[in-house]
T-cell receptor, first 112, second 112 residues
Framework: GNSVTQMEGPVTLSEEAFLTINCTYTATGYPSLFWYVQYPGEGLQLLLKATKADDKGSNKGFEATYRKETTSFHLEKGSVQVSDSAVYFCALRLQGAQKLVFGQGTRLTINP | GAGVSQTPSNKVTEKGKYVELRCDPISGHTALYWYRQSLGQGPEFLIYFQGTGAADDSGLPNDRFFAVRPEGSVSTLKIQRTERGDSAVYLC??????????FGPGTRLTVT
């Protein structure tokens, strides 16, 4: 079936460190891929997306590239801040479908 | 403008009782989604409405779960004969057709 697997958390880093959160997927066809973020006490927010192979989504210093050959969509940021502490979810949406399929989430904590 | 709102924010009920969870989508959004998020997991799709009709209810776990959207705006998720395993955060999202889903803050349901 269609699924998303994220690297297990929690992840703890120091401010200004380099961040990678791995995400791989299994899907039929050509899904769209997303990263959502949930800040403490807030609802899920779309962080970035990519709709076809080799597309790069970017927002707030975060980037992810849609790699079809490795079925991956890893999230990266060059220098994290304390305010990036949150839970990050990778998700896919199949072509022609509306529902999102989420990974289990990765809790990120950034220490000053 | 106003985002997606959900009421109540918290609901505690006894096993076997009936509950209703309400979602007010962003004004003008034709699509509405319900997801369920268990502790430590990503959201799981339940049902998707396009207008008043349920376009995809493949995620409803069993016939104790039912959702309506009678006027194409507000939606109610109804759970009969609640079980302890129904305890989770129930998330609602809305969107324009084919566009970004905006999530509400969720209703935390606890079945004792």
């Amino acid at each position: 079936g269609n699924s998303v697997t994220q690297m297990e958390g929690p992840v703890t880093l120091s401010e200004e460190a380099f961040l990678t959160i791995n995400c791989t997927y299994t899907a039929t066809g050509y899904p769209s891929l997303f990263w959502y973020v949930q800040y403490p006490g807030e609802g899920l927010q779309l962080l970035l997306k990519a709709t076809k192979a080799d597309d790069k989504g970017s927002n707030k210093g975060f980037e992810a590239t849609y790699r079809k050959e490795t079925t991956s969509f890893h999230l990266e940021k060059g220098s994290v801040q304390v305010s990036d502490s949150a839970v990050y979810f990778c998700a896919l949406r199949l072509q022609g479908a509306q529902k999102l399929v989420f990974g289990q989430g990765t809790r990120l904590t950034i220490n000053p | 403008g106003a985002g997606v709102s959900q009421t109540p924010s918290n609901k505690v009920t006894e096993k076997g009782k009936y509950v209703e969870l309400r979602c007010d989508p962003i004004s003008g959004h034709t699509a509405l989604y319900w997801y369920r998020q268990s502790l430590g997991q990503g959201p799981e799709f339940l049902i998707y409405f396009q207008g008043t009709g349920a376009a995809d209810d493949s995620g409803l776990p069993n016939d104790r779960f039912f959702a309506v959207r009678p006027e194409g705006s507000v939606s109610t998720l109804k759970i009969q004969r609640t079980e302890r395993g129904d305890s989770a955060v129930y998330l609602c999202a809305s969107s324009l057709q084919g566009h970004e889903q905006y999530f509400g803050p969720g209703t935390r349901l606890t079945v004792t």
